[in-house]
């Protein structure tokens, strides 16, 4: 059970995680399902709903855990549910690794770990009291300017944390209602992990990239540990 599990106050209501690679240049046009298979990405038979392989980006899915892969020139990119999921997320990151290491050769730039939790107040609970008292107070002067009952507040944080630099955004923002539901107030807390690798010998910019990635349970265990600290009054 990790640390968000056991919020009281409130709770996710849902939250997902991605990796961005950015790549001078990557070449959508060598990936296919044959490809794939071949270089131990991913099964055929794992693959579902809309794809496409094409010279200018590829676009596929696998059945779990709603995950959406992208690749274009630029960038590939995976995102997946992490809220009432299994524990294991070996499928997913099985996949930029192992991309990463099938194109050891590719100019790659940075890389951004991302993880975004909505946090959702317990009922009863005033959300924009909970806001205000949660980021809206200090000294700072600006705060008097938004002394009103309809005032929203949120907080950008950054630091350098392992080989990455940590930036954490938190945010009220608003879930539209379907049909008859209501639409909800929530906070949401968005951590990028930004690693960057271009100063670093082309040749061995794919190892760094993979070991980063072995390191993902890790950060988001620290991830939901700041979630837990910063969503609780």
Known sequence: MTSVDKMTNVKINHAFAGIVIIAQSFNPSIFSETWLSKNFVVEPEHL?????????????????????????????QILFKILGASANFDTQLNIPIQIVEALPHTPYQS???????????????????????????????????FAVPDARFGRYFSKDYRNARLKLSIIPVTKPGKGSENSLDLVQFSFNYHFEVSSIDVEERSKKLCEYMRDWSSLKSYSEALVDLGANL
Do not use: C, H
């Open 111 to 145: 890389m951004g770990i991302n993880f975004d939790y909505f946090i959702e107040l317990s009922n009863g609970q005033d959300f924009l009291k909970y806001n205000r008292s949660l980021l809206g107070t200090g000294e700072y002067k600006l705060l008097n300017e």
């Open 48 to 76: 579902m709903g809309t794809r496409f392989f094409a010279p200018e980006a590829a676009r596929f899915q696998i059945d779990d855990k709603d995950t959406i892969v992208e690749i274009t020139p630029e960038r590939l």
